[in-house]
Nanobody, 118 residues
Framework: QVQLVESGGGLVQAGGSLGLSCVASGSIYSTTMAWYRQAPGKQREWIGHVTTGGRTNIADSVKGRFTISRDNPKQTIYLQMSDLKPEDTGVYYC?????????????WGRGTQVTVSS
């Protein structure tokens, strides 16, 4: 079973930037990967995904501020976040899954905390 491990979370001031990584323990060449987040007291929400070919789809709520990329040989996906806002605070998860109209996750990482101070 492939495992996903996120890293890079932390405390950042509003307006700042932060980059997250998600390393898979096995190959992700043939897997669409995604990032989600869960704010306190809220449901987990999809942020965006990156296909095996590198195409990305980003949620409107973060479009223009967040980008997703992947490095298949390194078995890693990235989430680059800029112009962070306090409402971006939450636990950020990466996921592996399939893309059928929308992304359907079938494997999760444990998450990394991002806190944006005002």
């Amino acid at each position: 079973q492939v495992q996903l491990v996120e890293s890079g979370g932390g405390l950042v001031q509003a307006g700042g930037s932060l980059g997250l990584s998600c390393v898979a323990s096995g190959s992700i060449y043939s897997t669409t990967m995604a990032w989600y987040r869960q704010a306190p007291g809220k449901q987990r929400e999809w942020i965006g995904h990156v296909t095996t070919g590198g195409r990305t789809n980003i949620a409107d709520s973060v479009k223009g501020r967040f980008t997703i990329s992947r490095d298949n040989p390194k078995q890693t996906i990235y989430l680059q976040m800029s112009d962070l806002k306090p409402e971006d605070t939450g636990v950020y998860y990466c996921a592996a899954g399939v893309l059928v109209i929308k992304f359907l996750p079938n494997l999760w990482g444990r998450g990394t905390q991002v806190t944006v101070s005002s």
